[in-house]
């Protein structure tokens, strides 16, 4: 079956850091390109980041440059978003879909909760 | 590039024809994307490259459209497709997002 299966939200206090991961299963993850997406409570969809099948291209919607990092692990089937200095304002359900142009397998998203 | 929905809300009843619009602040081309999210779920692609139909989508769901005017059309409303729509368009960074479209029961 394809899969994916966010991890790592959570409550993390203004200005703290948390890693989200991304399992991939049930189709060749190195083929494609993978995006992050989130979406705050009862607000709509933000595409926020993607990166290329090998790593070499990485995208950022501008909230987030040089706060937030995408990264993958093609032999772990793994996609990756450390997310550094963060506000209020980030909270939200972050999910990871597959694809660049199509995204059309999506995890079932994971909270991320800013507050102190 | 800002996608603009219209409208943001809907009532219809079931058997009922209904069409969304999204509108582009630029043209975009055929780089448009529809998705369809029910309450605490992920997004389900409906149509992407603006009028192409993804396998395994009700043949009801429909796209058109190019340049700065899209169309997502539901031939006969079935009860489970009561949900938000949303347009994204994938012609340049970043990929936004229309605001949604919620899609009531009359």
């Known amino acids: 079956e394809v899969q994916l299966v966010e991890s790592g939200g959570g409550l993390v206090q203004p200005g703290g850091s948390l890693r989200l991961s991304c399992a991939a299963s049930?189709?060749?993850?190195?083929?494609?390109?993978m995006t992050w997406v989130r979406q705050a409570p009862g607000k709509g969809l933000e595409w926020v980041a993607n990166i290329k099948q090998d790593g070499s291209e990485k995208y950022y919607v501008d909230s987030v440059k040089g706060r937030f990092t995408i990264s993958r692990d093609n032999a772990k089937n793994s996609l990756y978003l450390q997310m550094n200095s963060l506000r209020a304002e980030d909270t939200a359900v972050f999910y990871c879909?597959?694809?660049?142009?199509?995204?059309?397998?999506w995890g079932q998203g994971t909270m991320v909760t800013v507050s102190s | 590039i800002q996608l603009t929905q219209s409208p943001s809300s809907l009532s219809a009843s079931v058997g009922d024809r209904v069409t969304i619009t999204c509108r582009a602040s630029q043209a975009i081309s055929s780089y448009l994307a529809w998705y369809q999210q029910k309450p605490g779920k992920a997004p389900k692609l409906l149509i992407y490259?603006?009028?192409t139909l993804q396998s395994g989508v009700p043949s009801r769901f429909s796209g058109s459209g190019s340049g700065t005017d899209f169309t997502l059309t539901i031939s006969s409303l079935q009860p489970e497709d009561f949900a938000t729509y949303y347009c994204?368009?994938?012609?340049?960074?970043?990929?936004?997002f229309g605001q949604g479209t919620k899609l009531e029961i009359k």
């Open positions: 490259a603006a009028s």
């Open positions: 879909a597959r694809g660049h142009y199509t995204f059309d397998i």
């Open positions: 994204q368009q994938l012609n340049s960074y970043p990929y936004t």
């Open positions: 049930g189709f060749t993850f190195s083929s494609y390109w």
